[in-house]
């Protein structure tokens, strides 16, 4: 007999009745029924219920256990009576008669409870992670994540992709995020980055002629945290194509998404055609560009019913700002005035003057609008506003008015609110599309000056033509993202293959070519010699798997993730460096006070 088990804890079954066995796990909990002793031994995959009798030589054993002590069970299986067959185990039909029991490995009081799913501070819960992971939903969340990445890379593999693996120590890179610098101690005063995504070599591989690559890449940004971001560390599913337009991609990559999350969304709903929404329709229409489309409400622009109308506060705003709008977020279902009042007061909480709003009653008979607005626009404006939006009784509708740059994400997070707090969200299905036609440029207001908006190396709309005669606020790229319930999943663009025009591209945004080249030598110097023109994406791993998982923090699909403060309190980093590992890299200590 093997030193350790014969069985696992979720393989023995009625067959097994009369088996002689060895088990061994974690003691999941101990009960006391009337002098016998019942321990739910759990391992990875599965738990079996071991009984010691007062006959039993295991007896006195038994009863010195206490949860999570590693032992090891001999014993006979044996068929469990029908009353107490446990139908939700997989073992339940028989249960383990022990006839000796051997402690592997005793265990201190606990600093957090394994058994069930407690809420505990998750500062002593990333401490003690190895404990953490042995609960039952955490342990099953980490499972279910590699068989995610698993189907990823199958499913990449069968559509002709090939994995390649690239540098992780490299240059600094203007990814929109914060490098990880690493000193080198060879060359004095120099350091390394750790890659804020592969992008660059990627783009090397399709230049070198490999034609459609993929990695389930580690990425590294110096970032804040995040429910949906992890600091420090995250894995995306990056891949390149050459030889392709974003139509092709999008062709390529909607069914790969789609098959993951019908593979493991548990028989919710999952889109079939991915909408292709473009971002300025996504901003106007949902007030993001990451839009939740299980939510059903669509705002739309009602300006045209408040110029020169009698509610004073938005007739005023249009008439002094062109470029001033009125939208209007209807709420189905959300007819009465103490929802109104209590969408108001949490507006304000957002730090907003209000919330103005219409709500739609019957009075003897005639439907009518409710409310401060409707008094002062009338009843004409107010019924054109409610037929506009296919409203009627029990239904309001609720404005945000000023320029659609400063208020659109308001406006978002308010839509968002009355869908949930109407119920109106569909939240067991998953909704998929692409956002297109993002901008190339925006505008900073802190430092007056132009930006790239997302990926600095995509092709914007027009090539080097829109560049030079075009207003850069206004070209589009050919860039898009994926969208899931709310949660950007994917990112991805064309490429900008050609040396004139990538050249252009940053001095608008105030580089020299001399810059270009010094930055990003190797891609520059490689789109002289035949680039092709390709184009790609990146999928977020975490993202992907939190959503399959129904988790609302990226800690609980990680193994070891770092706390709010990017620390990992497991392992104890970031920690000092020695005096001798500063004086080998040449480095002095210039700390804050």
């Known amino acids: 007999m093997h030193r350790y088990r014969t069985h696992t804890c979720g393989a023995l079954r009625e067959t097994n009745a009369g088996e002689t066995v060895r088990l061994s796990g974690w003691v999941h909990r101990v009960r006391d029924h009337g002098g016998l002793l019942f321990v739910d031994l759990r391992d990875h995959y599965g738990m079996t219920q071991v009984v010691a009798d007062p006959d039993s030589p295991a007896f006195r054993s038994a009863e010195l256990l206490r949860s999570e002590w590693c032992i ?20 339940g039909a028989i249960e383990l008669f022990a006839e000796g029991i051997e402690v592997l490995g005793a265990a201190r009081e606990l600093p957090l409870p394994v058994f069930g799913e407690p809420d505990y501070p998750e500062d002593v819960r990333l401490k003690y992670r190895f404990l953490d992971l042995r609960r039952e939903s955490l342990h099953a969340n980490i499972v279910k994540r590699t068989k995610i990445i698993r189907s990823m890379r199958e499913r990449m593999e069968d559509i002709g992709f090939t994995e390649y693996t690239t540098p992780i120590l490299t240059a600094s890179s203007p990814e929109g995020a914060r490098d990880f610098l690493v ?4 060359h004095p005063g120099k350091f390394y980055a750790l890659p ?6 990627k783009q090397l591989l399709m230049v070198a002629g490999f034609d459609r690559y993929f990695q389930i890449a580690p990425c590294f940004r110096d970032e804040d945290p995040r429910a949906d971001r992890l600091p420090g560390e995250f894995y995306q599913l990056d891949l390149e194509m050459s030889f ?15 098959g993951i999350f019908e593979e493991f969304a548990n028989g919710k709903p999952v889109t079939q055609k991915f909408r292709r929404i473009p971002y300025d329709t996504a901003i106007r229409t949902y007030g993001s560009d990451k839009p939740d489309l299980r939510n059903p409400i669509e705002m739309q622009a009602v300006t045209t019913h408040f110029a020169g109308s009698g509610f004073k506060v938005f007739a005023r705003m249009i008439e002094a700002d062109p470029k001033a709008e009125v939208w209007a977020i209807p709420a189905k279902g959300g007819g009465s005035r103490a929802f109104c009042d209590r969408m108001n007061s949490w507006a304000q909480q957002q730090g907003q003057p209000g919330l103005g709003y219409i709500f739609w009653r019957s009075e003897n008979d005639v439907l009518e609008g409710a409310g401060p607005v409707a008094k002062n626009i009338g009843e004409e404006r107010t019924d054109a506003i409610r037929t506009q939006l296919g409203l009627g009784e029990g239904d309001a509708v609720f404005f945000v008015a000023g320029d659609p740059k400063k208020f659109y994400k308001f406006a978002g997070e308010a839509r968002t609110r009355v869908g949930t707090d109407l119920n109106l969200v569909d939240t067991e299905r998953f909704e998929l599309c692409w956002i297109v036609d993002f901008p190339f440029y925006e505008w900073d207001e802190e430092t007056k000056t132009l930006d790239f908006a997302h990926n600095p190396f995509s092709m914007p709309q027009g090539g080097i033509e829109a560049l030079e005669h075009q207003d850069p606020l206004t070209i589009k790229a050919f860039q898009y993202d994926a ?24 001095e608008l945004v105030g580089r020299s070519k001399e810059e270009v080249e010094e930055k990003f030598g190797g891609l520059y110097r490689a789109f002289q010699y035949g680039a092709p023109p390709h184009g790609g994406m990146a999928a977020g791993v975490d993202r992907v798997v939190m959503l399959l998982c129904g988790a609302e923090n990226l800690r609980e699909i990680t193994l070891f993730p770092m706390n709010q403060q990017a620390q990992d309190l497991l392992m104890g980093a970031p920690s000092d460096a020695t005096v001798k590992q500063l004086r080998e890299l040449h480095i002095r200590l210039n700390l804050p006070n």
């Open 483 to 506: 969208v899931c319930n709310g949660f950007e999943i994917a990112s991805g663009s064309i490429r900008n293959q050609l040396p004139e025009t990538m050249v252009k591209a940053f």
């Open 72 to 91: 090891k069970v001999d014993g006979v299986v044996k068929k469990r009576t029908p009353e107490t067959i446990n139908a939700n185990l997989a073992t």
């Open 244 to 258: 392709v337009t974003q139509e092709d991609v999008w062709d390529t990559m909607e069914p790969v998404l789609r």
């Open 196 to 201: 804020q995504a592969p992008q660059q070599f």
């Open 183 to 186: 000193p080198s101690r060879i």
